[in-house]
T-cell receptor, first 113, second 109 residues
Framework: EAGVAQSPRYKIIEKRQSVAFWCNPISGHATLYWYQQILGQGPKLLIQFQNNGVVDDSQLPKDRFSAERLKGVDSTLKIQPAKLEDSAVYLC???????????FGEGSRLTVL | KNEVEQSPQNLTAQEGEFITINCSYSVGISALHWLQQHPGGGIVSLFMLSSGKKKHGRLIATINIQEKHSSLHITASHPRDSAVYICAVSRGGADGLTFGKGTHLIIQP
């Protein structure tokens, strides 16, 4: 069974540039999460989707971050414009349904210079 | 105070030792998760539990709901167990996990 796929694995940009990350969850998983993990800290939830609807985006900095899951399958997370403090690993996870076991992707490591 | 606290933050042990990592939480939960993260790698779910004890190979996870405490044990530790072990909780009414800061484990040969 294929796992959660993320791309790119690594991205280096300068501040004020934009970046987009892509996630393809495990087939059939209705719930998709984006987490931000800053070095030395635990992951922080940015947004949770249930199919193509947003369940929780309370911690998403909406002035610069956006995410979508238009067809309820894969998802993109965009940052525009990026700030130095956005340097982190962006983790995508999916689960069969809400409250079920999470499966994580390898993450996308962003460095903002 | 963080809602999920882990101890120790760092642990170095010799191969073969019995390892215990502790997790305490201060909120109501629907489930507790133990996760493993290797350097530069993604996160792997080890256990998801809401009561009692679970065992998988050399790993054992226990939870005491009344005391709001969980432990992860590794028996006969091996250098390949070296990783960051993260405790996370699912809170009632919210699905997204609340994570501890992780325990950085190094097993020396």
């Amino acid at each position: 069974e294929a796992g959660v796929a993320q791309s790119p694995r690594y991205k280096i940009i300068e501040k004020r540039q934009s970046v987009a990350f892509w996630c393809n969850p495990i087939s059939g998983h209705a719930t998709l999460y984006w987490y931000q993990q800053i070095l030395g800290q635990g992951p922080k939830l940015l947004i949770q989707f249930q199919n193509n609807g947003v369940v929780d985006d309370s911690q998403l900095p909406k002035d610069r971050f956006s995410a979508e899951r238009l067809k309820g399958v894969d998802s993109t997370l965009k940052i525009q414009p990026a700030k130095l403090e956005d340097s982190a690993v962006y983790l995508c996870a999916s689960s069969l349904d809400r409250g079920q076991e999470l499966f994580f992707g390898e993450g996308s490591r962003l460095t903002v210079l | 105070k963080n809602e999920v606290e882990q101890s120790p933050q760092n642990l170095t042990a010799q191969e073969g030792e019995f390892i215990t990592i502790n997790c305490s939480y201060s909120v109501g939960i629907s489930a507790l998760h133990w996760l493993q993260q290797h350097p530069g790698g993604g996160i792997v779910s080890l256990f998801m539990l809401s009561s009692g004890k679970k065992k998988h190979g050399r790993l054992i996870a226990t939870i005491n709901i009344q005391e709001k405490h969980s432990s992860l044990h590794i028996t006969a530790s091996h250098p390949r167990d070296s990783a960051v072990y993260i405790c996370a909780v699912s809170r009632g009414g919210a699905d997204g996990l609340t994570f501890g800061k992780g325990t950085h484990l190094i097993i020396q040969p």
